[in-house]
């Protein structure tokens, strides 16, 4: 992407890294909390209302909180939730990664405030980054609940298949909010999907254009213009064209046994 490259010329700086390690980390400092009472959910929450009031941490704090609401699922969420990004990273580098969870981070805050009875939080924007694993690294074999051995991309189906059933369901201010908390999935890797699916279209219509050139007719191609067999009935027939004087430039069918016959017949008639 050459906007990607101009912009990390121009900002450096926006390369975190570890960046999505060091909040993994809060994320399960966050949920003791919560479990403690210490600092309830209630208080972190992306409200644009009580933002707007004074409380701006949470422009910030909604990103910490944890799907899962259990310590066994947490721990679970979190390993998949860094191992997608050490994946990205490294495919990516520091910049690209940071970019692709601000840019969604920012569509989030914009659905609060333009839309703020469509909220999601941030349960769509660390999805995004599984998707990302899983398209780059399709066949790479996860331990579900670390147990049942699955490749990413089963996985990665099922998440896209909810999705578009989410979209299916819910009324139009809950659809643009869904596809906006996965626009940076769709920015990043909308424009490879479409090359993919322009070319394979492509191939498929030379491939149906060459099988109409060569398909064959309905009926047989070779007849014999004496004893009437074809190709089809007697496959194991070989047929010849002449092009004599008698059948003309276009020329006749025969089958082997019967050209002989033919040129024996011209030759005495062409003799007399």
Known sequence: ???????????????????????????????????????????????????MQGQVWRLFTFLLI??????????????????????LESEWGTFKLTVYYLFGALANIAIAFVMPQAQLG??????TLFLGFATLYPDFELLLFFIIPIK????ALLSALWIVLALALNPWPEKIAILLSVGNYLLFFGPDF?????????????RREFAEKTKQPDGPRHVCSICGRNEIENPELQFR??????????????????LKQHKNVDSRETTK
């Not at 926006?14 to 403690?36: K, P």
């Not at 799907?67 to 990004?85: H, Q, Y």
């Not at 990413?152 to 996985?155: A, D, E, S, T, V």
């Not at 008698?246 to 082997?256: I, K, T, Y």
């Open 1 to 51: 992407m050459n906007w990607l490259d101009r912009l990390e010329r121009k900002f450096p700086q926006l390369a975190l890294e570890g960046l999505i390690r060091y909040i993994s980390f809060l994320m399960m400092m966050v949920f003791f909390l919560d479990q403690s009472r210490l600092l309830p959910y209630e208080m972190l929450y992306l409200d644009s209302h009580l933002i």
């Open 66 to 87: 944890p799907k899962s609401t259990s310590l066994f699922f947490l721990i679970f969420e979190l390993t998949i939730l860094v191992m997608c990004a050490d994946g």
């Open 122 to 127: 941030s349960y769509f924007l660390y999805l």
């Open 152 to 155: 990413i991309k089963y996985l």
């Open 194 to 206: 479409f090359k993919t699916a322009q070319g394979n279209y492509r191939a498929s219509a030379r």
């Open 241 to 258: 064209y002449c092009t004599c004087s008698r059948c003309g430039e276009n020329g006749v069918a025969f089958c082997l046994e019967h």
